[in-house]
């Protein structure tokens, strides 16, 4: 699911203040969910996402946060929000990059 299911934005000219949220566009959040209809288990499930961008300002998305569910684990390449863009965050525990930089 996508929230908001769609989105048009114009391109600007110029620098973004980087650390500013609000200079960087609307927020679009996904969530993606995996369900196992059978009655055994699956084990080793690996499942790749790839979206448009680089993590850096000309991105079409930047990636501010993931928060996986359930046990999951997460290795985002490259790193989620390396400018370290401010922003609410919801209460989840931090990420393996979050501790390993001290946050």
Request: charged fraction near 20%; hydrophobic fraction near 30%.
């Amino acid at each position: 699911n996508s929230f908001p299911a769609s989105l048009v934005v114009a391109a600007e000219e110029g620098e973004r203040e980087q650390n500013s949220l609000d200079s960087w566009g609307p927020k679009v959040e996904h969530t993606y969910e995996l369900h196992n209809n059978g009655p055994g288990t699956v084990n080793g499930l690996h499942l790749s996402i790839h979206l448009p961008g680089q993590s850096q300002p000309s991105d079409l998305l930047y990636i501010l946060d993931i928060q996986p569910q359930g046990g999951l684990q997460c290795f985002p390449q490259p790193p989620v929000n390396p400018l370290k863009v401010g922003f609410f965050k919801r209460n989840r525990p931090p990420l393996e990059e979050d501790d390993e930089e001290g946050e």
